[in-house]
Nanobody, 125 residues
Framework: QVQLAESGGGSVQTGASLTLSCVAS????????IGWFRQAPGKEREFVST????????LYADSVKGRFNVSRDNGKNTVYLQMNALKPEDTGLYYC??????????????????WGQGTQVTVSS
């Protein structure tokens, strides 16, 4: 199993930056792909980014490509989501999720059985 805890959310203005952290614990934490998803009020949860367990492969949603960067420090069991040039449409509850399979990371939330509680990001214009 994998336990996840997000932090780093907050309220910022358009153009600001935030870095979210996801600390993973449990037996499968080290070799899990970690994905980031977000859910805006009244909308379905959507894929944001993901990174492989070894850090060599990362994927991004088109809406955040070039602005967000995902990285991981396996020594600290932590995955980071650096978010730059934030826009109001980036507002939402951000979740990290773990996929413990030894495969390339997926953009589909159905492949992630373990989820954190989420951290709120609010971007005002």
């Amino acid at each position: 199993q994998v336990q996840l805890a997000e932090s780093g959310g907050g309220s910022v203005q358009t153009g600001a930056s935030l870095t979210l952290s996801c600390v993973a614990s449990g037996r499968a934490a080290t070799w899990s792909s970690i994905g980031w998803f977000r859910q805006a009020p009244g909308k379905e949860r959507e894929f944001v980014s993901t990174i492989s367990w070894y850090g060599g492969m990362s994927l991004y949603a088109d809406s955040v490509k070039g602005r967000f960067n995902v990285s991981r420090d396996n020594g600290k069991n932590t995955v980071y989501l650096q978010m730059n040039a934030l826009k109001p449409e980036d507002t939402g509850l951000y979740y990290c999720a773990a996929d413990p399979r030894p495969t390339n990371p997926s953009i589909s939330e159905s492949e992630y059985p373990y989820w954190g509680q989420g951290t709120q990001v609010t971007v005002s214009s």
